[in-house]
T-cell receptor
Framework: NAGVTQTPKFRILKIGQSMTLQCTQD?????MYWYRQDPGMGLKLIYY???????DKGEVPNGYNVSRSTTEDFPLRLELAAPSQTSVYFC???????????FGPGTRLTVL | AQKVTQAQTEISVVEKEDVTLDCVYE???????LFWYKQPPSGELVFLIR??????QNEISGRYSWNFQKSTSSFNFTITASQVVDSAVYFC??????????FGSGTQLTVLP
């Protein structure tokens, strides 16, 4: 069981570039989440999904898009990267009946 | 709307001292869940404990203990006989009916040898 995996671990983007952060879980969890953590702050929810084909916005969705075509994968798309998107991005998952979320190792993104 | 407040931004203690991390929350949900996560310097998030809103029993796990008080909307975390390896950022979080986690801003704990 690899748990929640995220790629890449680090990435530097130029302003205006686009990229996709990958997240995969092998625990057959139906709930998946994307958070961002800015320096010295707690995590803020970007998007979440309650199952394949279903996604919804969290607290800070602007500038991001997601899709959930399979139970395992929940990629986060950044379009037209901006310096304000410099952050550490965490993916998490859980399943019905379990309330704690299990987190991936994070992706550190810098936009210059 | 949900809110979690961790008023202590940074705490420093000397090894073997006891330390309590405070957490105060706000929610309109009648059923909710409270959590503590640890983020060591390596950056990953480690789940420590979950407490349900209908279970106010305090819990002890080794050197860790948690005090949940609905009357004051608090869920405090105590580390007894702290160790250098306890140095980390600790986050309190809340999940309500929408199953979305709301995090506090975290408390940086430094345990000095």
């Amino acid at each position: 069981n690899a748990g929640v995996t995220q790629t890449p671990k680090f990435r530097i983007l130029k302003i205006g570039q686009s990229m996709t952060l990958q997240c995969t879980q092998d625990m057959n969890h139906n709930y998946m989440y994307w958070y961002r953590q800015d320096p010295g702050m707690g995590l803020k929810l970007i998007y979440y999904s309650v199952g394949a084909g279903i996604t919804d916005k969290g607290e800070v969705p602007n500038g991001y898009n997601v899709s959930r075509s399979t139970t395992e994968d929940f990629p986060l798309r950044l379009e037209l990267a901006a310096p304000s998107q410099t952050s550490v991005y965490f993916c998490a998952s859980t399943r019905t009946g379990v309330y704690e979320q299990f987190f991936g190792p994070g992706t550190r993104l810098t936009v210059l | 709307a949900q809110k979690v407040t961790q008023a202590q931004t940074e705490i420093s203690v000397v090894e073997k001292e006891d330390v309590t991390l405070d957490c105060v929350y706000e929610t309109r949900d009648t059923t909710y869940y409270l959590f503590w996560y640890k983020q060591p310097p390596s950056g990953e998030l480690v789940f420590l404990i979950r407490r349900n809103s209908f279970d106010e029993q305090n819990e002890i796990s080794g050197r860790y203990s948690w005090n949940f008080q609905k009357s004051t909307s608090s869920f405090n975390f105590t580390i007894t006989a702290s160790q250098v390896v306890d140095s980390a950022v600790y986050f309190c979080a809340l999940s309500g009916s929408a199953r979305q986690l709301t995090f506090g801003s975290g408390t940086q704990l430094t345990v000095l040898p």
